[in-house]
Nanobody, 125 residues
């Protein structure tokens, strides 16, 4: 199982970035994929999750309305479109799977099975 996250960078407050998570080594269309972030000195925070069955989506309250998660099963890729970025969104962002297995409960435990290497997002003027 491999997950490779990319798309991070430096952006001004109010700007946008799109993160990608490319998967390989497993049957991608049968797995939920989640994004979480980790900032220095802070606890892991769940950001978003997308189910495999009906592509239903879930978001933390801190990003709801600003971030959009989507998946392209043909490309084995999950995207995280991040708009209206704030300085507090600064963190390393990771994609993960198995767990999450069932998105509605994942935010409670934030247990992570397989994850990628992470991509740095910095929001600063």
């Amino acid at each position: 199982v491999q997950l490779q996250a990319s798309g991070g960078g430096l952006v001004q407050p109010g700007g946008s970035l799109r993160l990608s998570c490319v998967a390989s080594g497993f049957t991608f269309e049968l797995y939920a994929i989640g994004w979480f972030r980790q900032a220095p000195g802070k606890e892991r925070e769940g950001v978003s999750c997308i189910m495999y069955s009906d592509a239903s989506t879930y978001y933390s309250d801190s990003v709801k309305g600003r971030f959009t998660i989507s998946r392209d099963n043909a490309k084995k890729t999950v995207y995280l479109q991040m708009d209206s970025l704030k300085p507090e969104d600064t963190a390393v962002y990771y994609c993960a799977t198995d767990p999450p297995s069932f998105c509605p409960v994942w935010f409670e435990s934030l247990e992570v099975g397989h994850r990628g290497q992470g991509t740095q997002v910095t929001v600063s003027s």
